[in-house]
T-cell receptor
């Protein structure tokens, strides 16, 4: 099975940097995803990591360590619109395509 | 290039009625997933389908819930004899055939089911 842990809530200041951690225990691994979900809306894809290391995409970066079962999402130059829930999801190596989601981290950005 | 479409966006049912939720995947996508999300909680996997096949239904309740993805038409999530605990947002996602790129899932806007 899959077990995914991430903090429930985080608060940060506009313009700052925040790191959202995700740890996972899985019976197989075929990639880790980060999604952003604003209240009342659908999740939208942010990043994908399958190899160890850092993937950078604009203000957002995602890191993966497969040996440690650990990932983080780094958000730079925070904006008020970044207030949302951030979901970590792991795809196992069975039933390719199926992902298991963590409960999400609700980020509040304050002025 | 339309995204994932779900309808209805909002559905109200009385206890004991049936709820039918529809999902049309993105063009070219052959994999469909259904998730349920309760308020303040994460997405819980329900079922993964390809055309005319249920690949993984390990997240589906044993009774009252069923899903299909026919050769023609949208995927349907059907909930029979709804109870108040079924009230939630139901999201559908689709992805390209396996092996095509990252294969991330694209989510529809969701159907918010309220059981009164």
């Amino acid at each position: 099975g899959q077990n995914i842990d991430q903090p429930t809530e985080m608060t940060a200041t506009e313009g700052a940097i925040v790191q959202i951690n995700c740890t996972y225990q899985t019976s197989g691994f075929n990639g880790l995803f980060w999604y952003q979900q604003h209240a009342g809306e659908a999740p939208t894809f942010l990043s994908y990591n399958v190899l160890d290391g850092l993937e950078e995409k604009g203000r957002f970066s995602s890191f993966l360590s497969r040996s440690k079962g650990y990932s983080y999402l780094l958000l730079k130059e925070l904006q008020m619109k970044d207030s949302a829930s951030y979901l970590c999801a792991v795809r196992g190596n069975t039933n390719a395509g199926k992902s298991t989601f963590g409960d999400g981290t609700t980020l509040t950005v304050k002025p | 290039n339309a995204g994932v479409m779900q309808n209805p966006r909002h559905l109200v049912r009385r206890r004991g009625q049936e709820a039918r939720l529809r999902c049309s995947p993105m063009k070219g996508h052959s994999h469909v997933y259904w998730y349920r999300q309760l308020p303040e909680e994460g997405l819980k996997f329900m079922v993964y389908l390809q055309k005319e096949n249920i690949i993984d239904e390990s997240g589906m309740p044993k009774e009252r819930f069923s899903a299909e993805f026919p050769k023609e038409g949208p995927s349907i999530l059907r909930i029979q004899q709804v109870v108040r605990g079924d009230s939630a947002a139901y999201f559908c996602a689709s992805s390209p055939p396996t092996g095509q790129g990252v294969n991330e899932q694209y989510f529809g806007p969701g159907t918010r089911l309220t059981v009164t």
